[in-house]
């Protein structure tokens, strides 16, 4: 019997390879550190097919901004992360930031954006805010239910410590930019001892 042929892969579209480059870039050098120029020089086209699909840098980073937005509000609807238990959601989401460790020590979106983010347009700061506030209202929930089950700890409101939470892993990239991955990990084991209560083991999902 004839082995069904495997679907052919294919190559990601014109406006993907943009936005995937244009990410990359950001993440490493920061929103206006780059240009259609190095776009197009980089993806082997002219920077008229780059405008074609976004015909400001205004248009692209919004874009940016609108597809990491997009790619939270799937993430927190998975299965493999709502059937988890708060510490385990916890730890999913320390996890996205170890992976970003892994990748060359990159910063996260939120982090690179946010020192230049009264020199970026105004729908990429409004998209750039809705998914501060968005991540922030997800991890104060699982912060909440986890206090109350006692799978962590923390005291004030869970608002309050998601923010601050979110805040420390953000600068504990960026301080692994210039150190190394070691004072990574110190900052993030010392919030793991802060939110887990000793009692309790941790769970982890990667």
Same mark, same amino acid.
């Given at each position: 019997?004839?082995?069904?042929?495997?679907?052919?892969?294919?190559?990601?579209?014109?406006?993907?390879?943009?936005?995937?480059? #244009?990410?990359?870039?950001?993440?490493? !050098?920061g +929103? %206006?550190?780059?240009?259609?120029?190095? *776009? /197009?020089?980089? &993806?082997? =086209?002219?920077?008229?097919?780059?405008?074609?699909?976004?015909?400001?840098?205004?248009?692209?980073?919004?874009?940016?901004?609108?597809?990491?937005?997009?790619?939270?509000?799937?993430?927190r609807?998975?299965?493999?992360l709502?059937?988890?238990?708060?510490?385990?959601?916890?730890?999913?989401?320390?996890?996205?930031?170890?992976?970003?460790?892994?990748h060359?020590?990159?910063?996260?979106?939120?982090?690179?954006?946010?020192?230049?983010?009264?020199?970026?347009? #105004?729908?990429?700061?409004?998209?750039? !805010?809705t +998914? %501060?506030?968005?991540?922030?209202?997800? *991890? /104060?929930?699982? &912060?909440? =239910?986890?206090?109350?089950?006692?799978?962590l700890?923390?005291?004030?409101?869970?608002?309050?410590?998601?923010?601050?939470?979110?805040t420390?892993?953000?600068?504990?990239?960026?301080?692994?930019r210039?150190?190394?991955d070691s004072a990574?990990?110190?900052?993030?084991?010392?919030?793991?001892?802060?939110?887990w209560?000793?009692?309790?083991?941790?769970?982890?999902?990667?």
């Amino acid at each position: 019997m004839t082995k069904p042929t495997a679907p052919a892969v294919l190559p990601p579209d014109t406006r993907t390879r943009i936005l995937d480059l #244009a990410e990359t870039l950001l993440l490493e !050098r920061g +929103f %206006n550190a780059f240009s259609y120029q190095h *776009l /197009a020089r980089e &993806l082997g =086209v002219k920077p008229a097919a780059i405008h074609y699909h976004f015909p400001s840098k205004d248009d692209l980073g919004t874009a940016l901004v609108a597809r990491q937005l997009r790619r939270l509000r799937k993430w927190r609807a998975l299965p493999r992360l709502t059937d988890l238990q708060p510490a385990q959601q916890l730890e999913a989401l320390l996890a996205v930031y170890d992976n970003h460790l892994g990748h060359d020590r990159r910063v996260c979106q939120f982090g690179a954006l946010a020192a230049d983010f009264r020199t970026l347009p #105004a729908a990429m700061q409004a998209e750039l !805010r809705t +998914f %501060n506030r968005e991540l922030t209202e997800w *991890l /104060a929930e699982v &912060l909440a =239910v986890g206090r109350a089950t006692g799978e962590l700890r923390f005291v004030g409101s869970p608002t309050a410590k998601a923010t601050q939470v979110l805040t420390v892993l953000a600068g504990a990239l960026q301080v692994a930019r210039v150190h190394d991955d070691s004072a990574y990990h110190v900052i993030v084991g010392q919030l793991r001892l802060e939110l887990w209560p000793e009692s309790k083991p941790r769970a982890t999902a990667r």
